[in-house]
């Protein structure tokens, strides 16, 4: 009988960085929403800055019953057309698109690493929080437009086609450069989506730290990395208020 060799696993770099003043620690990492179940990245300082901290806050805290999920997304997510049949919003279905390419090649939103944080947060009894409502971010993002087509040829970016793989190797490296060339592409395809999506988002959170520094504690953020990266990125809205986020790993 043949031998079945297990997949390797990889272990990963993840960036991750730390804000601080007088009697406050934040911690901001940038997480891949979903993962393959051999990437090791749950170790070393990421989990040494975890361990440290006294509550996880994520960019929302998802209903844990299916049902109440599915009542909560449905209005939001679908619309009605015109001949009175519901459909999934554009934005929303380009999301589930490519989701089920993250499923063909093994990966899935439970062994994101949001998901894990979170697993791992409440079996340890730390509290976990979101930096948006469940409702308010689900109708934030049912709303973004998607860009008209021939968008892309309009633009006077050159365009740089950032791959899916090329973005979770860039993640294990701890590589912010495929995020902010991944964002600078769809910026300039479709700049009220990205104001929407990315600026605006990082703008609120930016401030949501800046507010927290006035309470002592250690916390642990976790994001998706498209938001640490970039001009617009939440590290910068920071800096341009004197706020630093010194980089860990």
């Known amino acids: 009988m043949p031998q079945i060799r297990a997949a390797s696993v990889v272990h990963a770099t993840p960036a991750l960085w730390v804000i601080r003043d007088a009697d406050t620690t934040i911690y901001l990492f940038g997480t891949f929403h979903s993962l393959d179940n051999r990437t090791a990245w749950f170790g070393d300082k990421v989990r040494t800055a975890f361990d440290a901290s006294e509550e996880l806050v994520l960019e929302t805290v998802v209903p844990a019953d299916p049902r ?16 009175g ?31 894990v944080l979170r697993r791992v947060a409440e079996g340890a009894g730390k509290p976990v929080g979101g930096l948006e409502k469940f409702e308010d971010q689900l109708k934030a993002l049912a709303n973004i437009p998607v860009p008209p087509p021939g ?15 090329d973005l979770l190797g860039a993640w294990t490296r701890g590589d912010t450069g495929a ?21 605006d988002r990082n703008a609120r959170w930016g401030q949501w730290i800046s507010d927290r520094l006035q309470q002592p504690g ?17 590290q910068s809205w920071l800096a341009a208020r004197g706020i630093t986020a010194a980089r860990v790993s």
């Open 218 to 234: 250690t916390v642990f953020i976790a994001v998706g990395s498209g938001h640490l990266a970039g001009k617009d990125s939440v």
């Open 179 to 199: 995020f902010s060339d991944m964002l600078a592409g769809f910026a300039a395809k479709s700049p009220t989506a990205y104001r929407m999506l990315i600026a």
């Open 68 to 83: 109440a999920l599915q009542e909560t997304a449905r209005p939001e997510v679908t619309e009605v057309t015109a001949d």
């Open 151 to 165: 968008a892309a040829a309009a633009s006077t970016t050159p365009a740089v086609t950032v791959t899916l793989n």
């Open 85 to 115: 049949k519901r459909r999934m919003k554009p934005f929303m279905a380009q999301t589930q698109a490519a989701i089920g390419t993250g499923r063909s090649i093994g990966m899935s939103v439970e062994n994101g690493a949001d998901a």
